[in-house]
């Protein structure tokens, strides 16, 4: 694996965000993209329901996507939630009354938001990948889920990923491999004894956060 330091690049702070959630569990572009989302709810939540601007941008949404709408809900604030979905069903309601068909003329903010921030980390992530540091880092991460690898295949125009990165995604494939496996063994009734492992219990939960990534 070949790197060093990459030249004549500052390291900014969306470097050190994704240095910070390799060392975490999970992919860590999941796991930032899942703080991001989390952070910009809770402050519309709490500070942007009445806001013009976002009543504007939300009712050319016609509110948020079910996934967003209901991790908004999630966040126990029920007022805010309501505030907002009652003032678009207002507007749905006026709109079919002057005989008009409801509709979305722009995508849900936080999905836009979303794919900002997962450009974002990408095309950092690419512009990295020989620094050493960096790669050290991906090293001890549980890897890039398939979507976040395939966003980085069609980033990259010009050249083909790194054959290390490549080495190493698969590493982490056999790794979840083996736990699911040994998971699956463990259920013979003839290993009714053994303990599961650590990983082994969440193995297929981890198969699968893996194949599509973590919703936020």
């Given at each position: ?41 809770e ?29 908004a ?105 083996r ?26 939960e981890d ?10």
């Open positions: 694996m070949s790197g060093g330091q990459v030249p004549g690049r500052e390291k900014f702070s969306t470097y050190y965000e994704i240095w910070d959630a390799c060392y975490k569990s999970g992919c860590p572009i999941c796991r930032l993209l899942d703080r991001r989302i989390h952070d910009y709810l402050s519309l939540m709490y500070e942007g329901v009445n806001t013009t601007s976002v009543r504007v941008k939300l009712r050319g949404a016609l509110g948020f996507c079910r996934t967003h709408a209901c991790k809900i999630k966040l126990g604030d029920a007022l805010g939630v309501a505030i907002i979905y009652e003032d678009l069903l207002q507007l749905v309601a006026k709109q079919l009354g002057e005989g008009q068909m409801p509709q979305q003329a722009i995508a849900c903010p936080a999905c836009s938001l979303r794919r900002v921030f997962e450009q974002s980390y990408g095309r950092t992530l690419l512009e990295f990948l020989e620094d050493d540091e960096f790669q050290q880092a991906l090293q001890s991460c549980d890897g890039l889920c398939l979507a976040h690898l395939h966003q980085l295949s069609s980033q990259e125009k010009t050249i083909a990923l790194p054959e290390w990165l490549l080495t190493l995604v698969r590493q982490k494939i056999q790794q979840r491999r736990r699911l496996s040994e998971f699956l063994r463990k259920q013979d009734v003839q290993a009714k004894n053994e303990r599961l492992s650590e990983g082994e219990p969440t193995a297929c198969a699968i956060d893996y194949l599509v990534g973590t919703t936020d």
